[in-house]
Structure formats: C-alpha cells, structure tokens
C-alpha cells in the first residue's frame, strides 16, 4: 500500500504542476505578494506537498513537516485569490506570509515530536476545515454580477471537501488505530483522505475556468471596443471624404431602422430581420459611400454634370466601398461575432446602388439577390438625395419625392420596402424636418469645394484616420526596400520603439532569421496576387524580446506609382496563452481520468 500512495502523490503532483504551468505570469513587484501571484504560489505549494508526502514515504522524518505546511498555505493561498477577486486592493507583505508559513512549519515539527498521530490529525482537519469554510463564505459573497455556473462548482468543491473532513474525522474516532505515520493507517481513513486530496482538482479545475471565461470575456470586450474605434475611424474617413453634410448620415440611420422596423412588425424576411441585425444595419448604414475615397477630387467635387467617363469612374465607389471594408474586416478576430456591422457594411458599400429589376451597377444584381440591407439602404439613401438641398440642386417636396420613389417601385426598389415606406413616410419626413442642413454648411461647403484646399488631399491621406487610430498595427512598406513608410501608434505599442526609430528600420530588422523563406513565399505570393496572409511569424521588439503576430497584406501604389504594402498586423500573444491554457486544461482532464483512485493517503 506505502508504494500505491507514493505513486498516487507523485501522479497528483504532477497533475497540479501542469495546471501550474500556465498560472505563472508578470513580474514580481517588490514587498508584497500580489493578487496574480496568489494562484500559482498555491499550485506550486501543492505540489511541494505531493513531493513531500511521496518522499516521506523513504525518510518521513525529514518530509512530513514540510508537507503539511505546505499543504495548509496551498490552500491558503487559494482563498486570498479568490478574496482579491471581490478586494483587489486586500494584499499582504510577502515577508508575513512566509512569516507565518516559517512558524507554521516549526509548530508541525513541534507536533510531530511531541504529540501522537491523532493529535496532528486533528489540527490539519481543523485547519483545512477552517480554510475551506472561508473559501466558501468568500464565494458566496462574491458579487452577483461576477458569478457564473463556474463559482458554484466552486462552491460545492468546497463543501464537499469540509464534507470529507468531518467524515475523516467521525470514521477515525470510531476506530481503533496504532498508526504513527499517514502510511500505517486502515483504509477506510486513507481513503477519505484521498479522496479529499482529489477533491481540490475540483477547486483548481474550477477556478482554471473562472479565469479562462475573464479571459475570454476580455477578449471579447476587447474585440468589442477594436470593432467601436474600427467604426468611428471608417465613420469619419467616409464623412471627411464625402460631400454630404453630417446630418445626412443623422438622416439615414433614422430612415434604415424605420424601414428595417416596419418590415419586421409587418412580417417580412423573418429569417433575417431581428433586434441584432436592425442594430447593425443603423451602426452600418453611415458606411454606405466610403468608397468615395478612391474617386478623384475633381470627379468628387465637380459642381456640374459628369461626362460618361467621369460618371463610370464615379460608380467604381462601391466595389472600392467593399474592398475597403473588406480589409479593414480582416483585422478583427475570425472566431468572434462582434464584426457582424462590418459585415453588413460590406454588403450596402457594394451593393447599394443595384436596382430590383438588374440594371443597377456594379453588379447587375436583382431582387432577393441584392442583400436586404442594401435593398434597405438604396430607398433611404435615394429619399434623402431627392429632399435635400445641395449646392447644385434645390430640395424636392416631400410629396414629389414620394411619388418619385413610388413610380420606382418594382424597377428600382424591393416592393416590399417601398410599402414600408408609404406606411412610415410621415416619419420619413418628420426625420427630414428635424435634422434639416443648416444652410450655412452649404456656404461653407460651397467656398471650400473652389478653395485650394481641395488641392492638399492627397493619395496618402485618404486612409490617414482608420490607419492612426486603428487598434491593430498597421504600417506602410516600401515594397522594393523592405523599409517602413509609416506605421501607426498600435505598432509602436507592440514593438516598443518611437515612431522616429522605426521609420528608420525595414521588415528584416525586426523579423528573426528564420523566416527567412516565409518573407520571401509572401514576397512571391504578394506579387502574383496582390495580398498575402493571414501568416504566423515573430517580430523583435525593441528589447530584443519576441512576440508572436498574425501578418497579413496587400499590393498598393501611391500616386507617383511606387509600389508599397499595406501591412495588418496583429498581436497575438494573449489569443496563443487562451489555447494553450485550454489545451492544459485538457491534458489535465485526461490526466486525472486515467488516475482515479481507490487507496490513498494523505496526512
């Protein structure tokens, strides 16, 4: 039996250790032991425990002291994590906890000399029972808002290991027992015991995934906040390009949920139209001309008619519109939901100006295959044009423009939708009213499309805002060079250098050598394609240090001609720390079915 429960706490130790294998994380900051190293002080522990009570099956003279001690701060150290939890700021000095840990371990040894087996029994059931009893009062108070099913298997860990306890306690006193060490007790005590022991996986287990669903959960608000600052750099990239005024975007929010609203009470598109994808279609729909960014000025920002070359350039701002959105979709995360606007934002981009009846551009899409959201968008888009006044036309009344959008009805619009409107058109025009030009924008407007200012909006710029304020490093590259052109601040955070230093640094200064043959395979495929990625790889950072990235890009030319590469990169490191956790977690699981066991011992 002595070898069985050597085995059974060797295997048990290295189970912890493995969970303690992705626990360790930060640096140490002087004087005190804080709230993150609580978690692996507290595996680590159990497994000196383990290692103790399996070598003191040799030699327990020297191991037994040292393994109950351990045992007891193991545990310890568990519940002031889960108390930091709900008091971040509830630290204690390192030196005091070792303190006690020292005088702990000097009263055990005290014990162990002075006292019989029972009596040491006795202490470290109540001392566990009491620890056990404080991580469970600490899980229950923990904030509602915090819990999930994950706290109350906690909680019943707890429980069901004080459970264990008494019962160890209850079966001793009802027997007899010579025994003066953990490896000469009856069975029935060891195995309680060992099974108690188990039950702390439970504990560990559980918080394991406590602490992968905060990870998630910061991910995904992470991915979240990336998508918001995504929009609100597209938002004002389309705005400062276009030649609406602001209030048109006001306007044709207002007119997609109206439309998007009324389908949906009326019982159209089921299938699609729900709460999620009307939200979307409003964050989406100021999306819908950003493609003007690649049109001309002097196209753009003509006061009179375009000829017929002029307006095939015009049109080319939807499939420009899509591939824009396209590319900035691909630097958020695959796996997560949260880009769901930027999705739709590509349909309306690149399909808002075909009709119903197929003569529409740029695709010749009809009926239900133009997306709903840009079947949605054309009618919206089109009233607010007719009713609006611009520097070129005067407004039509709100009258004209129904009937105009009437006539249309079966050619241009979805039938379907144009009903919608006739239901809502009071509401249309309430909108109109409401967030009506200022006239003075016109003036402004009209002053600064004759300006010389127009002049200053070059190539380069017209990405300067989604490039600057993305949250994912981007950078320009000159594509014969290798040298960086610009780079955004996101880039700099991940590599630590200011943006003068890297300006002066091409991609082979900051890319180990042994990707070698990956920079040149993505060199080939960006020449035949014009993009290559997503790719895996490390950069350096200033520091010398490496961090892992996802690489993407794509062939562009300024207006000189040169050729560059547009690169999105992303730091990957927490993504890589989630799986590898969970794939530890995993091991641990498997581990742990394949060492269930019958007869152990603990104390």
């Not at 009709?355 to 009809?366: C, F, H, S, T, V």
């Not at 402004?444 to 805002?465: M, N, T």
């Amino acid at each position: 039996m002595e070898i069985f429960n050597q085995l059974f706490y060797l295997s048990y130790g290295v189970i912890v250790f493995i969970i303690c294998l992705g626990a360790f994380s930060g640096k140490n900051p002087k004087g005190r032991l804080y709230s993150y190293l609580y978690w692996p002080t507290s595996l680590t522990l159990m497994v000196v425990s383990s290692l103790c009570f399996f070598a003191a099956g040799f030699n327990p003279q020297y191991f037994l002291s040292l393994g109950n001690t351990a045992l007891v701060f193991s545990g310890l150290a568990t519940i002031l994590f889960i108390r930091s939890w709900r008091i971040p700021q509830a630290l204690i000095p390192v030196w005091l906890y070792w303190f006690w840990f020292a005088t702990f371990l000097a009263f055990f040894e005290f014990m162990r000399q002075a006292s019989s087996f029972d009596a040491r029994v006795l202490l470290m059931v109540s001392v566990i029972s009491a620890i056990n009893l404080w991580g469970l009062i600490e899980v229950l108070i923990q904030s509602r808002s915090n819990k999930t099913r994950h706290f109350y298997v906690l909680g019943l860990a707890f429980i069901f290991q004080i459970s264990m306890l008494v019962l160890r306690i209850y079966v001793s006193s009802q027997m007899e027992s010579n025994a003066i060490t953990v490896f000469q007790e009856s069975e029935l005590p060891a195995l309680l015991r060992g099974i108690g022991l188990a039950s702390n996986l439970l504990v560990y287990i559980a918080i394991s995934n406590i602490l992968l669903e905060r990870l998630w959960k910061k991910e995904e608000r992470k991915s979240s906040n990336a998508e918001l600052k995504m929009l609100s750099s597209l938002n004002a990239l389309a705005l400062a390009r276009d030649n609406e005024t602001g209030s048109h975007i006001v306007r044709t929010q207002g007119y997609v949920r109206i439309l998007a609203e009324r389908l949906k009470k009326s019982g159209h598109f089921p299938e699609t139209l729900n709460d999620q994808m009307i939200d979307c279609l409003y964050k989406a729909a100021p999306l819908h001309d950003i493609g003007k960014v690649g049109i001309p000025d002097h196209i753009l920002y003509k006061e009179g008619s375009l000829n017929k070359d002029e307006w095939g350039i015009m049109k080319t701002h939807t499939t420009i519109g899509e591939y824009v959105l396209s590319s900035a979709k691909a630097q958020l995360d695959e796996e997560v939901e949260e880009d769901d606007v930027i999705k739709m934002a590509i349909d309306i981009a690149g399909s808002h100006h075909e009709r119903w009846d197929g003569q529409g551009y740029p695709k010749g899409l009809a009926g239900r295959g133009i997306p709903l959201s840009a079947r949605i968008m054309a009618l919206a888009d089109m009233y607010d044009a007719l009713v609006s006044e611009r520097v070129y036309k005067s407004g039509w009344e709100h009258g004209d423009a129904v009937q105009e959008i009437l006539n249309k009805k079966g050619a241009h619009f979805d039938p379907l939708v144009v009903d919608a409107f006739m239901a809502e058109k009071d509401a249309f025009q309430e909108i109109a009213q409401k967030y009506k030009d200022d006239q003075s924008e016109f003036k402004v407007f009209s002053e600064l499309s004759q300006a010389s200012e127009h002049k200053l909006r070059r190539s380069e710029e017209k990405f300067q805002v989604l490039f600057e304020y993305s949250p994912i490093g981007m950078a320009l590259i000159d594509h014969g060079t290798g040298e960086f052109l610009e780079v955004n601040s996101a880039l700099l955070e991940y590599t630590g250098y200011s943006k003068d230093d890297f300006l002066k640094l091409s991609f082979w200064d900051i890319t180990p050598t042994e990707y070698a043959a990956q920079e040149r395979a993505q060199i080939e495929q960006l020449n035949q394609k014009g993009f290559f990625g997503p790719n895996q790889k490390e950069y350096i950072r200033k520091n010398g240090s490496r961090f892992p990235i996802s690489l993407r890009g794509f062939a562009l030319n300024d207006a000189d001609g040169r050729k560059m590469v547009w690169g999105i990169i992303e730091d990957i490191t927490i993504k890589q720390k989630v799986q590898k956790q969970e794939a530890a977690r995993n091991a641990v699981l498997e581990l742990l079915a394949k060492n269930s066991p019958t007869e152990v011992a603990l104390f």
